[in-house]
């Protein structure tokens, strides 16, 4: 489904970099000729970086979809160390060709976001998702369920940013934070979600349905009470009695 993306083709993020090395490069260019090339280098790898185009979103209500570009480097079952409850982990990796804005998985409102500090170390390693610098969002679908999504810094990312607050409502596919530079992003699903990638895939944001997660049905009705046997019998009974009393009326009435 096509939806109007209200965020610019080349993200806000990466304009104060873009405007720099483009002063930068003229600037040399015009003092030193071809010792400008590494100042252009920069500039164009910063237009690239920096792209944040607009995207169908799926709207199958049980996809939980890819919050970013990148390629998969986890996919098992685990402990989602925010909630501190069993889950499905699905992590993508991205490095710094891909598309680095962070989109809404699913419609969800936001629990909680928790910030932690930590180190740098490359994104591409297991330990990254707790020993790095890491943002969480903590939210609840339409459909009540939980789920986890977490920006992860990496070995050149050294900014997280997330735009959204607890209480905030988040729909598919809308941008809610940005990772400067090569990072990961963890997904802690229920254990009954449906991994629909598999370990090296390479994943599109927002396109790329990492796994479906079953709606719940509602809660099944109390049971109505149950009729035991004597209330049953002493219900018969009644009824025989009933029987009898009526047809000695009708006869005494003929």
């Given at each position: 489904?096509?939806?109007?993306?209200?965020?610019?083709?080349i993200?806000?993020?990466?304009?104060?970099?873009?405007?720099?090395?483009?002063?930068?490069?003229?600037?040399?260019?015009?003092?030193?000729g071809?010792?400008?090339?590494?100042?252009?280098?920069?500039?164009?790898?910063?237009?690239?970086?920096?792209?944040?185009?607009?995207?169908?979103?799926?709207?199958?209500?049980?996809?939980?979809?890819?919050?970013?570009?990148?390629?998969?480097?986890?996919?098992?079952?685990a402990?989602?160390?925010?909630?501190?409850?069993?889950?499905?982990?699905?992590?993508?990796?991205?490095?710094?060709?891909n598309?680095?804005?962070?989109?809404?998985?699913a419609?969800?409102?936001?629990?909680?976001?928790?910030?932690?500090?930590?180190?740098?170390l490359?994104?591409?390693?297991?330990?990254?998702?707790t020993?790095?610098?890491?943002n969480?969002?903590?939210?609840?679908t339409?459909?009540?369920?939980?789920?986890?999504?977490?920006?992860?810094?990496?070995?050149?990312?050294?900014?997280?940013?997330?735009?959204t607050?607890?209480?905030?409502?988040?729909?598919?596919?809308?941008?809610?934070?940005?990772?400067?530079?090569?990072?990961?992003?963890?997904?802690?699903?229920?254990?009954?979600?449906?991994?629909?990638?598999?370990?090296?895939?390479?994943?599109?944001?927002?396109?790329?349905?990492?796994?479906?997660?079953?709606?719940?049905?509602?809660?099944?009705?109390?049971?109505?009470?149950?009729?035991?046997?004597a209330?049953v019998?002493?219900?018969?009974?009644?009824?025989?009695a009933d029987?009898?009393?009526?047809a000695?009326?009708?006869?005494?009435?003929?």
């Open positions: 489904m096509n939806r109007l993306y209200p965020h610019p083709i993200a806000r993020e990466g304009w104060p970099f873009i405007g720099g090395g483009l002063v930068l490069s003229l600037l040399v260019s015009a003092c030193c071809w010792w400008s090339l590494p100042f252009w280098i920069f500039t164009v790898f910063a237009l690239q970086f920096f792209r944040d185009p607009a995207r169908e979103i799926p709207q199958d209500p049980e996809a939980i979809l890819s919050p970013v570009d990148g390629r998969i480097v986890v996919v098992e079952r402990r989602d160390p925010y909630r501190d409850t069993e889950a499905l982990k699905i992590s993508v990796f991205m490095n710094v060709f598309v680095h804005s962070q989109k809404s998985p419609d969800c409102t936001v629990t909680a976001v928790e910030y932690n500090k930590g180190k740098f490359n994104a591409d390693l297991d330990k990254a998702s020993e790095n610098e890491r969480a969002v903590l939210a609840t339409a459909s009540g369920r939980e789920i986890t999504f977490v920006q992860v810094a990496g070995l050149v990312a050294r900014r997280i940013l997330c735009y607050k607890v209480g905030e409502k988040l729909t598919r596919g809308e941008r809610y934070g940005f990772i400067r530079f090569g990072s990961r992003v963890d997904m802690y699903l229920p254990v009954d979600a449906q991994a629909q990638v598999a370990i090296g895939d390479k994943v599109t944001g927002v396109r790329t349905v990492l796994a479906r997660l079953p709606i719940q049905a509602p809660e099944a009705a109390a049971p109505t009470k149950t009729t035991s046997a209330e019998a002493q219900s018969e009974i009644e009824a025989a029987k009898v009393r009526n000695s009326e009708q006869a005494l009435k003929d």
